[in-house]
């Protein structure tokens, strides 16, 4: 059974960090691209951050650039996601997804084979 955990969240002041984490069990992580997603409420899911299955490619949603960062360590079958100054429009429930597909830069969220169930992230101004 797969399992998708994230982890991390909280209350944080503009301007502030966080790291998410998601740890996944059940499938052979090494062969997922890793995602993150987010969902802001009353707002649909959008794509934040992708990285391929090595790890040696990431792709950013473009309001993220230069402040989040992707990552994963595959011998923790964990991926993160680095959010560095943090705005109040980065309040959202963050979500991992795990995609079997070869990685290319995609912002869909349709395809994906396995999700989390999120994490919060309020950012106070």
């Known amino acids: 059974q797969v399992q998708l955990v994230e982890s991390g969240g909280g209350l944080v002041q503009a301007g502030g960090s966080l790291r998410l984490s998601c740890a996944a069990s059940?499938?052979?992580?090494?062969?997922?691209?890793m995602d993150w997603f987010r969902q802001a409420p009353g707002k649909e899911r959008e794509f934040v951050a992708t990285i391929s299955g090595s790890g040696g490619r990431t792709y950013y949603e473009d309001s993220v650039k230069g402040r989040f960062t992707i990552s994963r360590d595959n011998a923790k079958n964990t991926v993160y996601l680095q959010m560095n100054s943090l705005k109040p429009e980065d309040t959202a429930v963050y979500y991992c997804?795990?995609?079997?597909?070869?990685?290319?830069?995609?912002?869909?969220?349709?395809?994906?084979?396995?999700w989390g169930k999120g994490t919060l992230v309020t950012v106070s101004s």
């Open positions: 059940g499938l052979t992580f090494g062969n997922y691209v």
């Open positions: 997804a795990a995609d079997r597909r070869a990685w290319i830069p995609r912002t869909t969220l349709y395809g994906m084979d396995y």
